[in-house]
């Protein structure tokens, strides 16, 4: 048994130490909201924080998590820019086909918790280890401006 805290909730799993978080979350947690892509840790579909930074699911075995808070899609409204970035994706339309936007909402919500103002490089530095197929990153990098500018507001 591996014990998670996922969300900020206790959770045990019945499952190999080895077994993938990824898994782990959609198989035993029932969390679908992480997605499978490449399953190689390249795509950034399965994005989820780990002590508040970005870990790939897909390569994190959950005998490494230890006592590591993870947060999914599911929890990032919880996140401190996490309601901003979701208010901008939904405000901006971003997603296309919207496999990839849980990884990037999560990458997003890592980016303005570190950079409260990005600027469009350091977007796309952060950004690059997300890929979108449908080529969102023009509304990526704008909803990413919004939850900003929303956020700084909130601050003043």
């Known amino acids: 048994m ?25 198989e035993d947690l029932a969390m679908p909201g992480t997605k499978f ?6 795509c950034g ?13 897909c390569q994190t075995p959950i005998g490494s998590v ?9 929890g ?10 979701l ?16 990884g990037q909402i999560m990458s997003a919500s890592w980016l303005l918790s570190e950079m409260p103002n990005p600027g469009d490089e350091e977007i796309d530095a952060a950004m690059s280890g997300n890929i979108c197929r449908c080529s969102t990153y023009t509304r990526i990098r704008k909803a990413i401006k919004a939850a ?3 956020r700084a507001g909130e601050q003043a």
């Not at 579909?45 to 699911?57: E, F, H, I, K, N």
């Not at 990032?76 to 996490?82: D, L, N």
């Not at 208010?87 to 849980?102: I, K």
């Open 2 to 26: 591996v014990k998670l805290t996922v969300n900020g909730q206790a959770r045990e799993v019945q499952a190999d130490p080895e077994k993938p978080l990824l898994w782990a979350l959609r």
């Open 66 to 74: 230890g006592e590591s808070a993870v947060t999914t899609i599911e």
């Open 45 to 57: 579909a399965c994005t989820v924080l780990l002590d508040g930074q970005p870990v790939r699911s």
């Open 87 to 102: 208010a901008a994706w939904a405000e901006l339309d971003v997603p296309q086909c919207g496999y990839c936007q849980a």
């Open 76 to 85: 990032v409204a919880a996140q401190p820019a996490g309601p901003a970035v």
């Open 148 to 150: 900003a500018a929303a």
């Open 37 to 42: 892509g490449c399953g190689a840790g390249l």
